[in-house]
């Protein structure tokens, strides 16, 4: 079955520093994998998604991942984190279902 | 201008009393979803509807029912509340684009419904 694992459940990075968050997939075929965002008591916000093509995807608020078949990792970076990107981030991976299936989530704390 | 709109943003209910919550689109979208998120967990999807086709997923307790009276409006009842009910609520909707795979495209969120149970 597909699932999607992200390792880390609490990440804290200083404001301006780089950030890398893991995602590794489950999936015999090409996956279609997203990455959201969940602000404190919010909905989720797609940052970006990969379907096909160029496996480097550029998102939304300077976030960008990179897809590595080999490595069955979509990993989530952004060059410069800001106290504001403060959130739960989540990978996703859509099943054979067609359904979207989310990771535990990946607390991001940002310190000044 | 918010396009997926989630009411109440708070509901609480009393163990066992039936609750309904009220999602809205304004995106005119033909996929609805809904989504538990319990505290410090991953999003769990209850089920969906493609136009006016019910999708149950196969864990979702039958105390979860919904309803889509029309294209732009759906609800979540939950019959019975218990206390492990207590959980966020999220309605999502997509655009289907009739290869089969609606979660394809992207998901348009609501910002939730936090339901506590007494």
């Known amino acids: 079955a597909q699932s999607v694992t992200q390792p880390d459940i609490h990440i804290t990075v200083s404001e301006g520093a780089s950030l890398e968050l893991r995602c590794n997939y489950s999936?015999?075929?090409?996956?279609?994998l997203f990455w959201y965002v969940q602000s404190p008591g919010q909905g989720l916000q797609l940052l970006l998604k990969y379907f096909s093509g160029d496996t480097l995807v550029q998102g939304i608020k300077g976030f960008e991942a990179e897809f590595k078949r080999s490595q069955s990792s979509f990993n989530l970076r952004k060059p410069s984190v800001h106290w504001s990107d403060a959130a739960e981030y989540f990978c996703?991976?859509?099943?054979?279902?067609?359904?979207?299936?989310f990771g535990q989530g990946t607390e991001l704390s940002v310190k000044p | 201008d918010a396009m997926v709109i989630q009411n109440p943003r708070y509901q609480v209910t009393q163990f066992g009393k039936p609750v309904t919550l009220s999602c809205s689109q304004t995106?005119?979208?033909?996929?609805m979803y809904w989504y538990q998120q319990k505290s410090s967990q991953a999003p769990k999807l209850l089920f969906h509807y493609y136009d006016k086709d019910f999708n149950n997923e196969a864990d979702t307790p039958d105390n979860f029912q919904s309803r889509r009276p029309n294209t732009s409006f759906c609800f979540l009842d939950i019959r019975s509340p218990g206390l492990g009910d207590a959980a966020m609520y999220l309605c999502?909707?997509?655009?289907?684009?009739?290869?089969?795979?609606?979660?394809?495209?992207?998901?348009?969120f609501g910002s939730g419904t936090q339901l506590s149970v007494l």
């Open positions: 999936y015999g075929a090409t996956p279609y």
């Open positions: 996703a991976v859509v099943n054979q279902g067609g359904k979207l299936i």
């Open positions: 995106l005119n979208h033909n996929v």
């Open positions: 999502a909707t997509s655009r289907a684009t009739g290869t089969g795979n609606p979660t394809n495209e992207k998901l348009f």
